[in-house]
Nanobody, 125 residues
């Protein structure tokens, strides 16, 4: 089992920044690719970004490319999502997830084995 706990969410004005963290425990963190997703009220879960086990490969959804940056620190068992130039439409609950898939990076929710409980991000206009 892998336990994931997100933090860093909150209320921010449009144009502002937040950095989300996701702390992992339970199994060897570097054995898992990591991803970030979000779910806005009334909308489907949306893939945002993923990062390979070593951190050398990353992948972004078009909606956040150039604004969000994923990174990881395997020594700290933590993955991050730096979010800049936030917009009101970024308001959602943000989730991190861990995958043991052999793919270097993946955007498919079904590939992820473990999920955090989520952290709320609210962007005011």
């Amino acid at each position: 089992q892998v336990q994931l706990v997100e933090s860093g969410g909150g209320l921010v004005q449009a144009g502002g920044s937040l950095r989300l963290s996701c702390a992992a425990s339970g199994r060897t963190f570097s054995n898992y690719g990591m991803g970030w997703f979000r779910r806005a009220p009334g909308k489907e879960r949306e893939f945002l970004s993923s990062i390979s086990r070593s951190g050398s490969s990353t992948y972004y959804a078009n909606s956040v490319k150039g604004r969000f940056t994923i990174s990881r620190d395997n020594a700290k068992n933590t993955v991050y999502l730096q979010m800049n130039s936030l917009k009101p439409e970024d308001t959602a609950v943000y989730y991190c997830a861990a995958t043991s898939t052999r793919a270097i990076v993946t955007s498919r929710p079904g590939d992820y084995n473990y999920w955090g409980q989520g952290t709320q991000v609210t962007v005011s206009s």
